[in-house]
């Protein structure tokens, strides 16, 4: 049976599956389907009709972009921002309405569930929206598809002989004798560096789902205290709306800074692999 709580559920770690038949579908890919509707649903309507002089969808859309593209292009530069600014356009937009998403009243408190008796509330065991991004598949998967369109940029900028230089090369244009006594220690960096690459994907993922997971098992704490400390039925309820109001505000904040977080980490992983140095410009 479909059940309805007037508040969420305790976030599961693992997300559930909604049909038998379709194993893959389970409810943080539906969360992230509806994610991915509503962006495309108000990108549409505000590029449906180009105006010369933009207003209402089109001035916020636009408004957005600018300010993602201007501060991408100051990070990795402007011959690379043509490249990778769709990429990263899109995992700010994806993340950031995926964190509001999931403050949206409904996420975790509407699922399948058992009553217990007559008349009691109803025991969630399959929450339908759960917060995708709060699903560390998901998560793991943006970071992992980024990790390999980096690895792809890098090489298209540097060729694959620039790209080894970067990563074990002696540094500083040293030559002659010198450079020749450095290799063997900027060839062990190069080997730190490499496995530094290779936790980037973890490091993106995990630090993501850890503040959404966090977050919205944050608000069911406040969401629960009054029932949890005794309250009466009446007051349990009150505060079950007055005390988690300014966590609310708080995870809209955070939600913002953890896509912009996400985002500019990838910009500067990129620039840090196209960026070439004076000495090896010449």
């Known amino acids: 049976m479909i059940a309805f709580l007037p508040i969420a559920a305790t976030i599961p770690l693992n997300a559930e599956g909604l049909l038998d038949d379709l194993d893959w579908l389970t409810n943080s890919i539906f969360v992230s389907l509806l994610v991915v509707g509503i962006i495309l649903f108000f990108s549409r309507r505000a590029t449906r009709e180009i105006k010369l002089v933009p207003d209402g969808p089109q001035n916020a859309f636009e408004a957005i972009l600018e300010m993602l593209y201007g501060t991408v292009e100051d990070i990795?530069?402007?011959?690379?921002?043509?490249?990778v600014f769709a990429l990263l356009a899109t995992l700010f937009l994806y993340i950031l309405t995926a964190n509001w998403f999931a403050l949206?009243?409904?996420?975790?408190?509407?699922?399948?569930?058992?009553?217990?008796?007559?008349?009691?509330?109803?025991?969630?065991?399959?929450?339908?929206?759960?917060?995708?991004?709060?699903?560390?598949?998901m998560t793991l998967a943006m970071a992992t598809v980024f990790m390999a369109l980096w690895l792809f940029w890098s090489i298209q900028e540097m060729g694959l002989g620039g790209f080894l230089k970067h990563m074990f090369g002696v540094?500083?244009?040293?030559?002659?004798?010198?450079?020749?006594?450095l290799a063997p220690i900027f060839f062990c960096v190069g080997l730190i560096e490499?496995?530094?690459?290779?936790?980037?994907?973890?490091?993106?993922?995990?630090?993501?789902?850890?503040n959404v997971f966090a977050g919205e098992n944050l608000l069911v704490t406040m969401l629960t205290l009054g029932k949890s400390l005794g309250f009466p039925d009446f007051f349990a309820y009150l505060s079950s709306i007055i005390i988690?109001?300014?966590?609310?505000?708080?995870e809209l904040l955070i939600g913002l800074l953890q896509a912009m977080v996400f985002t500019l980490l990838c910009a500067v992983y990129i620039a840090l692999s196209t960026t070439h140095d004076e000495e090896e410009a010449h």
């Open 76 to 83: 990795v530069g402007p011959k690379m921002v043509k490249r």
């Open 104 to 137: 949206l009243p409904g996420v975790g408190s509407i699922g399948f569930g058992e009553r217990t008796a007559f008349l009691t509330v109803p025991v969630i065991d399959v929450p339908l929206l759960r917060p995708t991004t709060a699903d560390l598949n």
């Open 171 to 181: 540094k500083g244009g040293l030559k002659g004798g010198m450079a020749l006594a």
């Open 244 to 250: 988690p109001l300014p966590f609310y505000f708080l």
């Open 194 to 210: 490499v496995v530094s690459i290779a936790f980037r994907p973890v490091s993106l993922s995990l630090r993501l789902f850890g």
